[in-house]
């Protein structure tokens, strides 16, 4: 119900039932109250951009699993600002998030978003581009990611709907994209040079990231997280490291990652060093036989264990892990 209906139900209950103020005030707050837990919060001001260098601006999610209690907002998303307009990374979960986050822009500067990159294929950032191609602004994607996208994302988007409602994911739908690309190129649309980075292995599930040459900024979509678990699950992690090098060779100034705080190249090493970490237990525990029912009692990594989403999303790569590593072992 909306709020400006509210005053006019009070009365109406307040005139049959003949009740004093204090009665109607306390009904009035209780209205208002169950007004605001009916869904989702979404508004643009939740969403005001935060600056991270001349023209490029994020507007950070919150983390943990996606869920009602943040609308959804778990990833975040950049946008960089150059003379001819606005190039959009990433979209938000939803047909919802996807309208604010234009709207965040639009706060932000009067150019015209003239396209949407998509770095990979996850509920987390693709849902929203349907709000951008609703306006004709065209979507780009790696090739594998919209394949992948195509494949999976409609069994993603029936699980959010029993999330998040299907009021508050209306509209909401697997885009198909209007660019592919399949290598790392250079993009010149809004007069300011920036180029999409395709690492070689990750390449395989379509992960791709964005550098503003101007400052240095990488918005290295899912191939980074900042003190996030990163999900291996189309890749094992097979390949990952050499892509973290790859992505450290550009000596990016400022990093937004898809998932985690803002920060800046060095954090790769971090998360560099989870891989390591998780590459060298597993290898360990195959050494002493432990097997595959037997890891999630011995597989934990207490360095990482802060991290969001460690306690499902570790166990996971561990799990792929094994597998992978396994595998290689019978193989020689």
């Known amino acids: 119900m909306p709020l400006g209906y509210l005053p006019d139900v009070v009365e109406a209950v307040a005139a049959r039932r003949a009740l004093p103020r204090p009665a109607i005030a306390r009904i009035a707050a209780t209205l208002v109250a169950a007004a605001g837990m009916a869904a989702p919060a979404s508004s643009a001001e939740a969403l005001a ?15 943990g699993e996606i869920g009602a209690t943040q609308a959804g907002r778990v990833a975040n998303v950049a946008f960089v600002v150059g003379p001819r307009g606005v190039v959009v990374i990433d979209s938000g979960a939803s047909r919802r998030e996807g309208d604010d986050i234009i709207a965040a822009v639009a706060s932000a500067t009067r150019k015209p978003v ?9 509920q987390e950032v693709v849902f929203g581009a349907a709000a951008f191609q609703a306006r004709g602004i ?6 594998n990611a919209a394949a992948l996208m195509a494949a999976r994302c409609d069994g993603c988007l029936a699980r959010l709907r029993e999330i998040m409602g299907d009021d508050f994911m209306s509209g909401s739908r697997v885009v198909s994209p209007d660019r592919l690309v399949e290598r790392t190129t250079s993009l010149d649309l809004i007069g300011r040079p920036l180029r999409i980075v395709v690492p070689s292995d990750p390449s395989r599930v379509g992960m791709l990231a964005v550098l503003d040459v101007t400052t240095g900024t990488l918005m290295a979509g899912n191939l980074v997280s900042i003190g996030r678990i990163p999900d291996l699950r189309d890749t094992a992690g097979e390949g990952w490291p050499d892509a973290l090098a790859s992505l450290a060779g550009t000596r990016c100034a400022h990093l937004v990652p898809a998932y985690g705080r803002l920060g800046n190249c060095a954090d790769i090493a971090l998360l560099d060093r989870y891989f390591a970490a998780l590459d060298q237990r597993v290898r360990e525990l195959l050494r002493e036989g432990v097997g595959l029912a037997e890891l999630a009692a011995r597989c934990e990594l ?7 989403r460690y306690p499902d999303l570790h166990m996971q790569n561990a799990n792929r892990a094994y597998l992978r590593l396994e595998r290689g072992l019978f193989l020689n």
């Not at 991270?52 to 983390?63: F, H, I, K, S, T």
């Not at 207490?302 to 969001?308: G, K, L, V």
């Open 49 to 63: 951009p935060t600056v991270v260098a001349p023209g490029v601006y994020a507007l950070p999610g919150q983390g």
């Open 114 to 122: 003239r396209l949407l990159v998509l770095t990979h294929a996850a």
């Open 138 to 143: 065209p979507v780009l994607m790696h090739r």
């Open 302 to 308: 207490p360095r990482f264990a802060s991290w969001d």
